[in-house]
């Protein structure tokens, strides 16, 4: 196996590190810098819409950025969602979690918010909101083919499940394990093909059954829990059938989906929040906050294949452009995303 030589006036310049190529040899080029309204720092979930071409970026403290992905252009710049965490889409639609989360003494408190907004993609304003079960919402996923809102609590640790549209109506509520979660759920993958939602919860990984809410599975991975939580993002590859989970935790763990037992562990560069698959590439993105930069990961052969440095913290999330393979990094303490382009 060969190493990528990388000049250092490269490296300064793209922000780029090379690991020795394993079965992938990609390097990762910078080729567009969006800043971002909104205030720097850690913000939340950062989701890229196929069907638009647009780029939602849950900012620190209030707003929503909307990004003209074609452009590399903010187009709206929504301030008025209060802490927003997960958000998601359909064809005429955003959806995002406010998340203000519990008032003094533990019990919500008047001004507290804590709902689904729904923002009109014609418009780019909001056009209604649900306030929510429990508080703290977190992920956000809209199962496009079926109509269904789903979105987990912090506070509460349960997820709720809502009709899509600008007047969401609850359809159920799903209580979540362990039954005194430390830290609660977190970011999950909706699986409309099997009927199932692999999600993170403390240390755990649930499998919920989308007919019924039932848990049809659950693991303890033993990740050591930190106050951010344990496991993190899940990434389900459908061509190779196995459960990829990241952890706050300087590990990422490769499961059967079936059974939940451990195929393989692989190093991250530091704890991570979101990871995303890229099905064209085979190529697994593993977004970590403290070591300012993501990870890659070849989803075909289980292994390494880069980590790539923005030098800046906070870049704990981004999304990837199946049809272009772009990767959407935010990184959140410039108040920036930066767009990388793989190759080979």
Same mark, same amino acid.
């Given at each position: 196996?060969?190493?990528?030589?990388?000049?250092?006036?490269?490296?300064?310049?793209?922000?780029?590190?090379?690991?020795?190529?394993?079965?992938?040899?990609?390097?990762?080029?910078?080729?567009?810098?969006?800043?971002?309204?909104?205030?720097?720092?850690?913000?939340?979930?950062?989701?890229?819409?196929?069907?638009?071409?647009?780029?939602?970026?849950?900012?620190?403290?209030?707003?929503?950025?909307?990004?003209?992905?074609?452009?590399?252009?903010?187009?709206?710049?929504?301030?008025?969602?209060?802490?927003?965490?997960?958000?998601?889409?359909?064809?005429?639609?955003?959806?995002?979690?406010?998340?203000?989360?519990?008032?003094?003494?533990?019990?919500?408190?008047?001004?507290?918010?804590?709902?689904?907004?729904?923002?009109?993609?014609?418009?780019?304003?909001?056009?209604?909101?649900?306030?929510?079960?429990?508080?703290?919402?977190?992920?956000?996923?809209?199962?496009?083919?079926?109509?269904?809102?789903?979105?987990?609590?912090?506070?509460?640790?349960?997820?709720?499940?809502?009709?899509?549209?600008?007047?969401?109506?609850?359809?159920?509520?799903?209580?979540?394990?362990?039954?005194?979660? $430390?830290? +609660?759920? %977190? /970011? &999950?993958? *909706?699986? #409309?093909?099997?009927?199932? !939602?692999?999600?993170?919860?403390? @240390?755990?990984?649930?499998?919920?059954?989308?007919?019924?809410?039932?848990?049809?599975?659950?693991?303890?991975?033993?990740?050591?829990?930190?106050?951010?939580?344990?496991?993190?993002?899940?990434?389900?590859?459908?061509?190779?059938?196995?459960?990829?989970?990241?952890?706050?935790?300087?590990?990422?763990?490769?499961?059967?989906?079936?059974?939940?037992?451990?195929?393989?562990?692989?190093?991250? $560069?530091? +704890?991570? %929040? /979101? &990871?995303? *698959?890229? #099905?064209?590439?085979?190529? !697994?993105?593993?977004?970590?906050? @403290?070591?300012?930069?993501?990870?890659?990961?070849?989803?075909?052969?289980?292994?390494?294949?880069?980590?790539?440095?923005?030098?800046?913290?906070?870049?704990?999330?981004?999304?990837?452009?199946?049809?272009?393979?772009?990767?959407?990094?935010?990184?959140?303490?410039?108040?920036?995303?930066?767009?990388?382009?793989?190759?080979?």
């Amino acid at each position: 196996m060969r190493r990528v030589q990388v000049l250092a006036g490269v490296l300064a310049s793209t922000g780029l590190l090379i690991l020795p190529a394993l079965a992938a040899d990609y390097s990762f080029e910078k080729v567009a810098t969006i800043e971002l309204p909104g205030g720097k720092g850690h913000g939340d979930i950062t989701t890229f819409d196929s069907l638009a071409q647009l780029l939602y970026v849950s900012m620190p403290n209030d707003g929503l950025c909307i990004v003209d992905t074609k452009s590399n252009t903010v187009l709206k710049y929504l301030q008025n969602v209060a802490s927003p965490n997960g958000s998601d889409w359909d064809s005429d639609y955003i959806y995002v979690s406010a998340a203000d989360g519990l008032g003094p003494g533990n019990s919500p408190a008047v001004g507290k918010i804590n709902d689904i907004i729904i923002i009109s993609k014609e418009k780019l304003k909001e056009v209604g909101r649900v306030e929510l079960q429990a508080t703290s919402p977190d992920w956000l996923a809209v199962d496009r083919a079926a109509h269904l809102i789903y979105v987990d609590s912090d506070d509460g640790n349960q997820m709720e499940v809502y009709s899509t549209g600008d007047h969401p109506e609850l359809k159920s509520v799903w209580k979540l394990y362990p039954d005194e979660a $430390k830290t +609660g759920p %977190d /970011v &999950a993958a *909706l699986v #409309p093909s099997r009927h199932e !939602i692999f999600q993170s919860d403390d @240390s755990f990984v649930l499998v919920l059954d989308t007919a019924t809410g039932a848990i049809v599975r659950k693991v303890d991975t033993g990740i050591a829990l930190t106050s951010k939580g344990g496991t993190k993002g899940e990434v389900y590859d459908a061509k190779n059938k196995r459960l990829w989970v990241a952890t706050t935790g300087k590990e990422i763990l490769i499961l059967n989906p079936d059974t939940l037992e451990t195929i393989k562990k692989l190093p991250q $560069k530091g +704890g991570a %929040d /979101v &990871a995303v *698959l890229d #099905p064209g590439l085979g190529l !697994i993105y593993v977004f970590e906050g @403290s070591a300012k930069g993501f990870d890659v990961y070849d989803a075909n052969t289980m292994q390494a294949v880069a980590f790539v440095s923005t030098g800046v913290g906070n870049t704990h999330t981004g999304d990837v452009d199946l049809a272009t393979h772009l990767i959407y990094a935010y990184e959140g303490d410039d108040g920036l995303i930066g767009v990388y382009k793989p190759a080979k």
